[in-house]
């Protein structure tokens, strides 16, 4: 017989009817699908928790780009904030190569550069 895992309180009250999703759970699925190509079956929980793990994730990110949107004395976040809030948190060093600065370099903002947000196959500088 099948015992409740660890995410089953959080599961029961995340997939009820009066808790919507707030990412579509079928990308999230195709997503993973696409990751590698042993990934072959996921379990209907999976995408679930992965979904709110993406929540969480673009809340912390958010938290933390508005104190940088703050700090410059704006009232509206930009992708520089975003940049700039990877940039200076440990955690989120994973991302720190999708994250270039005004003369094209990543990893490090050289000589002053302000941090510019560039993704998997965007051609503008």
């Known amino acids: ?5 660890t995410y089953s309180g959080m599961l029961s009250s ?6 919507p999703h707030s990412l579509p759970l079928a990308r999230i ?17 999976a995408p679930i928790v992965f979904s ?6 673009i809340e912390d990110l958010t938290r ?10 704006r009232r509206t976040l930009h992708k520089d904030d ?6 200076a948190t440990d955690i989120f060093d994973f991302l720190v190569n999708s994250v270039i ?9 050289g000589s002053g550069g302000t941090p510019k947000l560039m993704f998997h196959g965007d051609k503008r500088k």
Not at 29 to 45: A, L, N, T, Y
Not at 64 to 73: A, N, V
Not at 82 to 87: C, Q
Not at 101 to 109: F, H, L, R
């Open 1 to 5: 017989m099948r015992q409740a895992g």
């Open 14 to 19: 995340m997939s009820g009817k009066n808790v």
């Open 29 to 45: 699925k195709k997503i993973m699908k696409k990751s590698g190509d042993d990934v072959k079956m996921i379990s209907g929980e």
């Open 52 to 57: 709110k793990a993406c929540e969480l994730f």
């Open 64 to 73: 933390r780009s508005w104190t940088m949107t703050l700090r410059g004395k």
């Open 82 to 87: 975003v940049a700039s809030a990877i940039k």
């Open 101 to 109: 600065t005004e003369d094209g370099n990543s990893g490090t903002i």
